[in-house]
């Protein structure tokens, strides 16, 4: 089988894995391919959410027989542990697959091993195939919160070319564009929660929900999660029977991810103002920033970004620029913080 086609099969492993992000926490979005011994594809499956099939249990259960000889092509590195499904290493090898593929290794040592026992058995193993793709992509949340324990978080917000947020009288309805929000509308879709303050409630009424292009609420909706002490109005949007909501007093960000880490939160999209966004850094909590920067200049008006505990230019936080691309007239910015 050339290197071409297991190439294209972990692609497909990859979207498949990007399709099922927010539904599998605390378990990884995990894609797979089958291969039988010809290089077709006589199965696909990802991550079912907890307590279903793992995503190479989905294939094989689509494969069947025609898995026999055939390469698996899996994002992460087969289970070997029992929780509430059998060891998905033990279900390949059992399937007479003769190949295994997968980008990442596994980092839980409650779960890692499966390439060991697959290579005990005879089956040829091998790792790394678009590892960086994997990391960065569907695994990113999951494996920070396996090295960490705590929530992945990515800060995102828009602001104008001069970093306001809104302008000096407060409106801020829109700065991004239209295809910059409904892209936001998608990555709230594939998050398990997002967290807000209640000034921006107070002040936006915000909701905290994720919709598809029509405007129409999606299946599943992210938990809501609103960080302060201040009354919020009972007719509050973000208070409504769309999703749930927890309110969480308080302004310490350390204390509210490890409240969320118990509930199995993974993934997180900071979405507060100025204010709660400086806590986050000051506390050193952010992770990730997705910026959306429009073409535009206010001149007065809130700055995008709070308090962050920096005093001097010694002390300013430092991203690497992981990625930049257009979303309608705006520009879109992926940064993370340099080691």
């Not at 060991?116 to 193993?125: F, I, K, N, Q």
């Not at 992210?222 to 302004?251: C, H, K, M, S």
């Not at 997705?290 to 002390?315: E, K």
Request: proline share 7%.
């Amino acid at each position: 089988m050339t290197p071409e086609v297991e190439e294209r099969a972990m692609r497909a492993a990859i979207s498949a894995s990007e399709r099922v992000r927010g539904t599998t926490s605390p378990n990884p979005p995990v894609g797979c391919v089958l291969l039988d011994p010809l290089g077709q594809v006589v199965g696909r499956g990802a991550t079912s959410p907890p307590g279903g099939g793992h995503a190479e249990v989905n294939a094989l259960r689509e494969a069947g027989e025609r898995a026999a000889g055939g390469t698996a092509v899996v994002t992460l590195e087969p289970c070997a542990h029992t929780g509430r499904t059998p060891p998905c290493a033990v279900a390949l090898r059992d399937a007479g697959v003769s190949r295994v593929v997968h980008a990442v290794s596994d980092p839980n040592p409650s779960a890692s091993g499966g390439a060991d026992l697959l290579r005990a058995a005879g089956v040829d193993v091998h790792s790394g195939l678009l590892a960086d793709e994997v990391a960065k992509g569907p695994l990113r949340a999951w494996l920070h919160f396996v090295h960490t324990g705590r929530p992945h978080v990515t800060w995102k917000y828009a602001a104008t070319l001069d970093g306001r947020s809104a302008a000096a009288d407060g409106t801020s309805k829109w700065i991004s564009s239209a295809e910059s929000r409904a892209e936001v509308h998608q990555v709230r879709a594939a998050v398990d929660a997002i967290i807000a303050g209640t000034g921006t409630i107070l002040s936006d009424d915000a909701q905290l929900t994720a919709r598809d292009p029509g405007g129409n609420l999606v299946d599943r909706q992210p938990l809501r999660v609103v960080i302060g002490d201040r009354e919020l109005p009972p007719q509050a949007r973000v208070l409504d029977d769309t999703a749930e909501t927890l309110r969480l007093p308080g302004g310490d960000p350390a204390a509210a991810l490890a409240e969320l880490a118990r509930r199995g939160v993974v993934d997180v999209l900071l979405e507060g103002g100025p204010t709660l966004a400086g806590a986050f850094w000051r506390a050193r909590l952010v992770d990730r920033v997705l910026a959306y920067i429009a073409p535009a200049l206010l001149g007065s008006g809130p700055a995008a970004l709070g308090d962050a505990g920096v005093g001097s230019i010694s002390q300013a936080w430092r991203l690497r620029i992981e990625e930049t691309t257009m979303s309608g007239p705006d520009v879109r910015i992926s940064a993370v913080p340099q080691d």
